[in-house]
């Protein structure tokens, strides 16, 4: 459903069949894509330049059409006011009506024009020409994302929550330490949590073999191990700690989230909430997983950088290297956290082999079978760790964006539940 709206409130209508209706597109896929997909596919239909504004929820989705005055609009549409399409959708009305300013920045009138006019300045100052408009790479509540062609290489500004605002000076760090390619800031603007960067290029690490994801485990278990005696700087740097009793305490207050685990289901949780027995085993495992974190530790791994997003989505493969990217979440903790997500949709035998690969990778430092004793305790905490940060995100966005985090929420304490039934690890990955 697209809610297209002008630079003074009025919203486009379909009027071909006599009533004023939101504008309704097709898609293909699952989900629509709420970035320049999309508004290419607008201006091709429709005639309107628009920038994605703000996702009201997987299918519902505000563009600002450009340009100060009203734009002239295709043959069987019209502008009306918002009170012409009241009732039509939920949350439409609930953002027509809603007091506070949206968490994220990008979702505000205006965002685009000002991202543009700093890419243009930072640009000019590095001696570049700009060689067409910026394209929406990424919008969504946790971050957006630009991608600007110019005469030395494309150029991507990110933009992210305040929280996660520590990306850059992270990523500095590590590249600071010349053990392996990391992608390159070229300009940070502090006030307005975003910045630049040069386009690293490469295969994304979805599209590589299993053998190359291997070999991507390997690289991180290698940038793990030289900054695991580094735990003040990777702090200077920007990254949390997660000490195993603030572990247990998020154990704790995660748990007993009754908010979120008992919640009914919605399609904003695309109807993926726990029942109440499940919600009930989840609680129920609090003691469990606090002597897991108390073991843990006795296991004595040395804390360093894990990334806590580490999927092959922030992978690429390039030149013959390998490039880790997208520290938004770095946290200083037990590296065997990183396998989470690096598992999520790995079938069992990859699973088994990527948990071969790094241990193996560790081996120098510490033994294999050591390694894999510590992961039968890690795997539960590890889905709590997931927890942790996706019920973060969903209460910095709100009730307006969290069907963002809800859905994987709920997927991740289902894993959860899984793995606490299997301690000797029966099951390498996440799936049965």
């Known amino acids: 459903m697209l809610v297209i709206v002008d630079q003074d409130g009025a919203v486009l209508c379909d009027v071909a069949g006599g009533n004023r209706t ?41 563009l600002l059409a450009a340009g100060g005055a009203r734009p002239v609009c295709a043959d069987g549409f019209a502008w009306h006011g918002q009170d012409a399409v009241t009732g039509q959708s939920l949350v439409l009305d609930r953002r027509v009506v809603r007091s506070r300013p949206p968490a994220s920045d990008w979702f505000r009138p ?20 700009r060689l067409g408009p910026s394209r929406q790479i990424k919008h969504w509540s946790m971050s957006a994302v630009l991608r600007t062609p110019t005469d030395c290489g494309d150029v991507y500004l990110k933009a992210v929550l305040p929280r996660l605002a520590r990306e850059p000076d992270i990523t500095r760090y590590l590249a600071s330490l010349r053990i392996a390619p990391f992608a390159t800031i070229t300009a940070m603007s502090r006030d307005d949590r975003w910045w630049l960067a040069e386009d690293f290029g490469g295969v994304n690490g979805w599209a590589v073999s299993a053998e190359k994801r291997r070999a991507c485990l390997t690289q991180l278990a290698m940038v793990q191990k030289e900054t695991s005696g580094r735990v003040d700087e990777l702090m200077d740097a920007g990254c949390v700690r997660l000490t195993p009793a603030s ?17 009914p289901k919605l399609p904003k949780n695309l109807h993926r909430a726990l029942s109440g027995a499940e919600a009930d085993r989840l609680e129920a495992l609090t003691p469990y997983l606090v002597a897991c974190a108390e073991r843990l530790d006795e296991a004595a791994i040395p804390a360093t950088i894990v990334h806590r997003d580490f999927h092959p989505g922030n992978v690429v493969v390039r030149y013959g290297e390998i490039l880790l990217h997208d520290w938004s979440f770095a946290t200083v903790t037990n590296p065997l956290f990183d396998l989470a997500s690096w598992l999520l949709d790995a079938s069992e035998a990859d699973a088994a082999s990527y948990l071969d690969a790094y241990f193996a990778a560790w081996s120098d430092t510490v033994a294999p079978e050591w390694m894999r004793g510590a992961w039968r305790l890690a795997k539960p905490l590890a889905a709590v760790v997931e927890m942790m ?42 799936r049965k």
């Open 389 to 430: 940060k996706l019920i973060e995100l969903a209460d910095i966005v709100g009730p307006d964006h969290d069907f963002n985090w809800l859905p994987m929420t709920y997927g991740w304490a289902r894993r959860l539940l899984n793995a606490a039934t299997d301690p000797d690890l029966t099951v390498n990955g996440w």
């Open 247 to 263: 572990l247990a305490d998020g154990v704790r207050l995660t748990l007993a989230r009754d908010d979120i685990w008992r919640a």
């Open 22 to 62: 939101l504008p309704l597109m097709r898609f293909d896929v699952r989900w629509p894509p709420m970035d320049s997909e999309l508004t290419d596919r607008v201006r091709r239909e429709l005639g309107l330049t628009t920038v994605v504004l703000e996702p009201l929820d997987f299918t519902t989705v505000v």
């Open 110 to 129: 205006g965002w685009f024009e000002r991202a543009e006019s700093y890419i243009d300045e930072e640009i000019k100052a590095a001696g570049r020409v």
